[in-house]
């Protein structure tokens, strides 16, 4: 309970401070192609429910019938104002209204498309006994993980390979370990992280103990 009502508090207040922002990011993505400004994806969250997740549309139109999950920095699907919004993670601001409505937690394992979340082992299905977030320990840790894919000729393949099994087993300790202490470490790390302060935790480092 005291979890989501400092979900509630903080993205209720995060909307009415950047609500200027927002319809500027909006426009910023309909002029550029005339799409529509918010993608919504399917993930699934806690007790294996699936939601829409909203993002910052970043693709064009129509990105989900052109390619695999993975985007790569060099994927062609995405769009001139999507590059910028993805390299600063502005297009994941939207998601303070999953917050809002229940779907989401500021903090806890990124929610996962439908097709991941069917490849899950008894363990891993731990990660959908807690909402999932907008950030984590595997957030801060693949913060460049289009980067990481980029040049490879099969993205899906080396997400497979290069981030997976580690952004799972980041995930199961947040599981294990969570409390709103860890909670404020990880947001605060977050916070340094957009704006250049410091980078993200490295690989099995545990970014709210420095």
Do not use: C
Not at 8 to 22: E, F, Q
Request: charged fraction near 25%; aromatic fraction near 4%; avoid cysteine.
């Amino acid at each position: 309970m005291v979890k989501r009502a400092f979900d509630l508090a903080v993205s209720l207040a995060g909307l009415a401070a950047l609500g200027p922002l927002l319809l500027a990011l909006a426009a910023a993505v309909r002029l550029g192609d005339r799409g529509p400004a918010l993608y919504r994806g399917l993930r699934v969250g806690l007790d294996g429910r699936p939601f829409h997740i909203l993002k910052f549309r970043t693709m064009v139109v129509g990105a989900d019938r052109l390619g695999g999950p993975s985007t790569p920095d060099d994927d062609r699907r995405i769009t001139r104002a999507g590059a910028f919004l993805r390299r600063h993670k502005l297009d994941e601001l939207p998601q303070l209204l999953n917050v809002v409505r229940g779907d989401m937690s500021l903090v806890g394992p990124r929610p996962q498309v439908p097709s991941d979340v069917a490849r899950y082992t008894a363990e891993e299905r731990l990660l959908l006994t807690v909402r999932p977030g907008i950030t984590d320990y595997a957030s801060l840790r693949f913060r460049n993980e289009g980067e990481i894919l980029r040049g490879h000729a099969d993205p899906d393949e080396a997400y497979d390979r290069l981030i997976r099994p580690e952004k799972i087993r980041l995930g199961l300790e947040y599981v294990r370990t969570r409390s709103l202490r860890v909670d404020l470490g990880i947001l605060v790390q977050t916070a340094m992280a957009v704006a250049g302060v410091a980078p993200g935790g490295a690989p099995g480092e545990d970014p709210t103990r420095s």
